[in-house]
């Protein structure tokens, strides 16, 4: 039985110019984000929901 250690958590993002990227994000905002919600990343910071 695994422990979830090694579970990651993609989205697929579109970026302003439209092209698409995968980028893996932290479990809390994995289970926070629906279809159109829009993720902000900062220098420095993790991902976050705008």
Do not use: F
Not at 20 to 26: E, L, S
């Amino acid at each position: 039985m695994t422990d979830g250690s090694n579970m990651y958590h993609y989205v697929e993002i579109r970026l302003a110019d439209g092209d698409t990227a995968k980028v893996r994000v932290d479990r809390r905002l994995w289970k926070s984000v629906e279809a159109g919600d829009r993720i902000v990343k900062r220098p420095g910071a993790d991902p976050e929901k705008a």
